[in-house]
């Protein structure tokens, strides 16, 4: 088998360790969510390496969410995710994109599965409780705009302790 990580312990080297970007959006903070929605992640066996909480300011918002300008919800969506503070947090663990995915849910909570965070706890579309990042790439240039390389810790032991392939 193609060995992805040979320079890890031989019980990691086949695991695609992703760092993704989470948002618990104003919406979580005011209804007071953040702990829900990180302690959902963490029961799922992924570690935050680096937290934050701001408020994103229009053009910083419009970075982030560039790839749906000129759509119809843009500025609505860009008012929103300013309207007040959020959380950011920086995610680790085997595939960690598709599964925070997972766990948050589709966008819309009506299309949202059962127990995931936007259906269990989510009304509306515009309103849906958590940004996760879609594609490596993407996860890449969020984390950019949330966090510079100064303010991750390691948490590779704890990967490495609990989580096996
Ligand atoms: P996701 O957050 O699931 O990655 P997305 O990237 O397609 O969804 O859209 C980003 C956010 O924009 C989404 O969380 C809510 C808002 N949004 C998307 N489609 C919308 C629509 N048709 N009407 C209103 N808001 C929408
Ligand atoms: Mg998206």
């Known amino acids: 088998m193609e060995q992805a990580y040979p320079h890890r312990a031989p019980h990691l080297r086949r695991m695609a360790i992703e760092t993704t970007l989470i948002l618990c959006k104003p919406d979580a903070v005011s209804r007071g969510l953040i702990g829900e929605i990180v302690s959902r992640i963490e029961r799922r066996g ?6 934050r909480m701001m408020q994103l300011d229009g053009a910083r918002a419009r970075t982030h969410y560039a790839e749906h300008a000129g759509k ?12 007040g503070p959020l959380v ?3 995610v680790e663990g085997e595939n960690a994109i598709d599964g ?4 948050i849910g589709a966008t819309h909570p ?13 009304q509306s579309i515009g ?3 958590a940004h996760g ?6 996860a890449q240039r969020e984390l ?4 510079k390389d100064s303010d991750y810790v390691s948490r590779r032991h704890d990967l490495e302790r609990w989580i096996k392939d």
């Not at 925070?100 to 766990?103: H, I, N």
């Not at 009506?110 to 989510?122: H, V």
């Not at 990042?133 to 993407?138: A, F, G, Q």
């Open 110 to 122: 009506l299309q949202a599965a059962p127990g995931t965070l936007r259906a269990d706890l989510a």
């Open 46 to 51: 992924y570690v935050i390496s680096a937290m």
């Open 127 to 129: 309103r849906n409780l």
């Open 88 to 90: 950011a947090l920086a």
């Open 133 to 138: 990042s879609d594609r490596p790439e993407s």
């Open 144 to 147: 950019g705009i949330f966090f």
């Open 72 to 83: 119809p919800f843009f500025d609505d969506l860009v008012s929103f995710i300013t309207s």
């Open 100 to 103: 925070c995915r997972q766990l």
